[in-house]
């Protein structure tokens, strides 16, 4: 048997159904593959279930909710192959997808991240990359992510347009990424500072401040069922993206745009 190429991470949190579908769209893939599941203390059976289904994938099942960072960082560690894909427990791979992420990193020895297109189960394109976090940048981009949520079809005309060529954003979503290991072990993994959030998007300024390139391809596609992961926690989620937002500002933006994404918060 060949030696895996791509180490799968996925982190679940009571998102049972749509992990194991995640799982079930990893089971096309050619390239060589391992995978590990690292459950952040579900109450919905996920971890039974993947003993029960999924007996050659490897799993972590936390006693707590240690955050998605920390578990990733789990996840790398408890894997060995040259390149990580960081896939969300309620994303699905399309046929190619992975095999098409490897080729990139493949030819371009100077991307140290790639992703891929992501679109919703109805086809319709999300917002998985952009601009560094600036507030005139959020501004732009809160629009327009706000409005392809309510299917505004100049914002998905929009989406679409940014969506259809290889390019280099700041950053790609952490829904879905293939990372070169050395390089993630080089960057200390994900910050564990950031308990949910805003952790892709530091990645990827880490990794181009180490003279690194980041890039967004749409010949690979992956289907995002968005924010179904922390829909049983909604109240939770919110406070950690105030949190994460913050600690952002603080670590790569300064204190007078912290001090200004503050008093938004404060005004909202």
Known sequence: MSAPTVAAVI???NTRALLLECLQSLGGVAT???IVVVDNASVDGSADAVRAQHAHVGLVANIDNVGFSKANNLGIR???APYVLILNADAAVRPGAVETLVSVLESRPDVAIVGPRTVSADGTIQVSFGPDLTPLNEWRQRRLVHA???REPEALRRAETLAASEHEPAWVSGSCLLA???VLERLGGFDEGFFLYEEDVD???RARQAGHHILFTPRAEVVHH????METASARARKE???????FYRKHNGLVATWLLRAWMALR
């Open 78 to 80: 408890a894997t060995r």
């Open 203 to 205: 990645l990827c300024v």
């Open 11 to 13: 982190v679940s949190y």
């Open 180 to 182: 070169r290991r050395d």
């Open 32 to 34: 060589p593959l391992e």
């Open 226 to 229: 968005l924010g179904r992961s």
């Open 241 to 247: 993206y105030r949190r994460s937002h913050l600690r």
């Open 148 to 150: 392809v949520k309510q």
